[in-house]
């Protein structure tokens, strides 16, 4: 087989696994760290592969490929595996017939999630067996022994990896795509796909003779490596931790697992009765330091690594030191650049400015928000969400709220924030139920801020992308989704036009009762905003900061010469042109340009 060498993530690596292994059905829903897995699987032939609308659907559609007989591939953040777990815990019971695989993208540290989540107790939970891989290269290895693993003992494998090696890139032997011929669908199977009792049932003792095999295949898999070197201590651990402490390069035996659920108990007795001190490396939960402690086998672990966050050079040095295995920590001879800092904040032109602009000046107290891009309109300088706790809940819980207000007889408004994709995602149940036992002392305005992707993670498209342009195939209304569901107080409107914006937020927020508002409005980036920009005319502008307050990147304020007080002032080359600063100046001192846009002034 032809090898070539490239430079590959751990993503990329991934999607490179699935091609060479034959997988042709996979589905994602965009949500860093592997956001980059499905945009790389959608440029090889002979892939299906799509964003869907939320994980649960993308898991659906991956389980469809497997019954269908074809290697698939369901992807998602960690979090992302709580939306697809009704679904997947019972598609583990039954017969894996195309192979399987389910991606789990961790988080250790939070860089970019609500929590974090150890997904290895996931798998156990599911009954499935757990891959960990260490870079790239495990990455495109591991994928493609996983489907090889999940068609001979007919049960779905997860792989599961961090963010540091999701983006971390190595050099990768890649090699070509191998076609495998379609397994039996569930229409020529023998077997019961229908999980009611009786099946169900039996499917339980067949999940676990299932799991009984894998323990028998961990007991000699090559996924697993002992690396003897004459010590008395051994140091188990797995993924990206296995490299970290080749760097730190301790005096010890290193039990490296790649199949890190389920652990052979006779295997891992075998080798740990050889030493003296058995200590576990990993990130986050105790996983395997737990395992080992059922089976028996004395070993430490978490005494003397946190318990959360990442896990770096420093931290297993100094945690081995701790431990006695090092006498000295030796520090790494590295050097740091500096870099400019930038806060998290809208982009220039994010149409969703305007409206926390509007929601901080109405004085509201109680705005719920959700996950996506406008969860940094909690941050300063606008403080408007009170609550970000998971996909689409922002709905549920202004219910809660305002039925917990009424009781009390409180009056207090209560908003609800929630982007496109967002609603899309998880958001429709949860406003169906609005209309459930619906009170008339409630004060509820539910505001879905559409700028038709899927922002925060590179702009995926979603179900209303449509609309703006014709590259995307869904064009779901919102507005009229609402109404058709029930809804009869829906009011829709240009989230650049601050004035009228401005209006029918007092409305609605006044309003007794429940009211939906889509604020619309195109993503600046992903709709390459480029309007000719504004600028500000000095003799003119009387310093008040009402521009400032949008907190728009191109503005700041500026000596000018000749002018005594600081004024407003504009970077042309952020400044893409949406106007809102111009509409909130109170004296029109903020003018767009016309011919001088076009000669670069």
């Not at 188990?236 to 790649?258: A, R």
């Not at 966050?309 to 030191?321: N, Q, S, T």
């Given at each position: 087989m032809a090898k070539d060498k490239k430079v590959l993530t751990g993503n990329q690596g991934i999607a490179q696994g699935f091609y060479e292994a034959g997988g042709k059905v996979a589905a994602s829903y965009p949500g860093s760290p592997t956001v980059e897995i499905l945009d790389t699987l959608s440029s090889y032939q002979g892939v299906y592969s799509e964003f869907s609308t939320n994980e649960k659907v993308a898991l659906e559609v991956a389980i469809g490929g497997s019954f269908a007989g074809v290697r698939s591939m369901a992807v998602m953040k960690h979090v992302g595996v709580n939306i697809a777990a009704d679904p997947l815990m019972t598609f583990t019971q039954t017969k894996t017939l195309g192979g399987f695989v389910l991606v789990s993208g961790d988080d250790p540290g939070l860089a970019s999630s609500q929590n974090e989540q150890d997904n290895r107790f996931f798998g156990k939970f599911a009954n499935m067996g757990v891959l960990d891989p260490a870079d790239s290269q495990e990455s495109l290895d591991y994928t493609k022994q996983a489907f090889e693993i999940s068609e001979e003992l007919q049960g779905p494998m997860m792989l599961r990896i961090t963010s540091r090696l999701c983006h971390?890139?190595?050099?990768?032997?890649?090699?070509?795509?191998?076609?495998?011929?379609?397994?039996?669908?569930?229409?020529?199977?023998?077997?019961?796909?229908?999980?009611?009792?009786?099946?169900?049932?039996?499917?339980?003792?067949?999940?676990?003779?299932?799991?009984?095999?894998?323990?028998?295949?961990?007991?000699?898999?090559?996924?697993?490596?002992?690396?003897?070197?004459?010590?008395?201590?051994?140091?188990?651990?797995?993924?990206?931790?296995?490299?970290?402490?080749?760097?730190?390069?301790?005096?010890?035996?290193?039990?490296?697992?790649?199949?890190?659920?389920?652990?052979?108990?006779?295997?891992?007795?075998?080798?740990?009765?050889?030493?003296?001190?058995?200590?576990?490396?990993?990130?986050?939960?105790?996983?395997?330091?737990?395992?080992?402690?059922?089976?028996?086998?004395?070993?430490?672990?978490?005494?003397?690594?946190?318990?959360?966050?990442?896990?770096?050079?420093?931290?297993?040095?100094?945690?081995?030191?701790?431990?006695?295995?090092?006498?000295?920590?030796?520090?790494?001879?590295?050097?740091?650049?500096?870099?400019?800092?930038?806060?998290?904040?809208?982009?220039?032109?994010?149409?969703?400015?305007?409206?926390?602009?509007?929601?901080?000046?109405?004085?509201?107290?109680?705005?719920?928000?959700?996950?996506?891009?406008?969860?940094?309109?909690?941050?300063?300088?606008?403080?408007?969400?009170?609550?970000?706790?998971?996909?689409?809940?922002?709905?549920?819980?202004?219910?809660?709220?305002?039925?917990?207000?009424?009781?009390?007889?409180?009056?207090?408004?209560?908003?609800?924030?929630?982007?496109?994709?967002?609603?899309?995602?998880?958001?429709?149940?949860?406003?169906?139920?609005?209309?459930?036992?619906?009170?008339?002392?409630?004060?509820?305005?539910?505001?879905?801020?559409?700028?038709?992707?899927?922002?925060?993670?590179?702009?995926?498209?979603?179900?209303?992308?449509?609309?703006?342009?014709?590259?995307?195939?869904?064009?779901?209304?919102?507005?009229?989704?609402?109404?058709?569901?029930?809804?009869?107080?829906?009011?829709?409107?240009?989230?650049?036009?601050?004035?009228?914006?401005?209006?029918?937020?007092k409305e609605e927020l006044a309003h007794q009762g429940l009211s939906i508002i889509v604020a619309n409005g195109p993503c600046a980036l992903k709709f390459k905003m480029n309007n000719p920009h504004y600028y500000v005319d000095p003799s003119i502008c009387i310093g008040c900061r009402s521009c400032i307050k949008t907190n728009c990147p191109p503005l700041k304020m500026k000596e000018y010469e000749g002018i005594e007080k600081k004024k407003s002032f504009i970077d042309k080359d952020m400044c893409v042109g949406c106007s809102i600063c111009a509409q909130v100046c109170p004296v029109n001192a903020i003018k767009q340009s016309g011919e001088e846009a076009k000669g670069g002034a």
């Open positions: 971390g890139r190595s050099i990768v032997n890649v090699g070509e795509r191998k076609e495998v011929a379609p397994k039996e669908t569930i229409a020529d199977s023998d077997d019961s796909y229908c999980m009611i009792p009786p099946a169900s049932k039996e499917a339980q003792f067949f999940m676990k003779e299932r799991l009984d095999r894998l323990k028998s295949y961990a007991y000699d898999t090559n996924l697993n490596k002992l690396e003897e070197n004459g010590s008395d201590t051994l140091i188990i651990t797995s993924g990206l931790m296995y490299n970290i402490l080749k760097e730190v390069n301790p005096h010890v035996d290193v039990w490296k697992l790649g199949l890190v659920y389920p652990i052979n108990e006779e295997k891992a007795k075998e080798i740990t009765a050889n030493y003296n001190k058995v200590i576990v490396i990993e990130e986050m939960m105790p996983f395997i330091e737990e395992q080992l402690k059922l089976m028996g086998i004395e070993c430490e672990g978490k005494k003397y690594f946190s318990f959360t966050g990442e896990l770096d050079y420093g931290h297993i040095a100094k945690g081995l030191k701790e431990a006695g295995i090092l006498d000295v920590v030796n520090e790494l001879d590295s050097t740091t650049t500096d870099t400019v800092e930038r806060p998290p904040l809208f982009c220039s032109g994010c149409p969703h400015r305007p409206v926390f602009d509007i929601l901080k000046k109405s004085k509201t107290k109680m705005v719920i928000g959700d996950i996506g891009c406008y969860s940094m309109g909690m941050q300063h300088p606008f403080e408007q969400s009170q609550s970000i706790i998971s996909m689409g809940a922002c709905m549920g819980i202004v219910k809660g709220m305002s039925k917990a207000f009424a009781m009390q007889e409180k009056q207090e408004p209560l908003v609800a924030l929630i982007g496109d994709g967002t609603f899309f995602h998880s958001g429709i149940p949860g406003l169906i139920n609005q209309l459930h036992q619906q009170g008339d002392k409630e004060n509820i305005t539910i505001v879905v801020l559409d700028n038709r992707t899927t922002a925060m993670t590179g702009g995926q498209p979603n179900a209303s992308s449509g609309l703006y342009t014709k590259k995307d195939d869904m064009k779901v209304s919102i507005n009229e989704l609402a109404q058709s569901i029930g809804f009869d107080r829906v009011k829709e409107l240009d989230q650049y036009d601050y004035d009228e914006t401005k209006k029918i937020f």
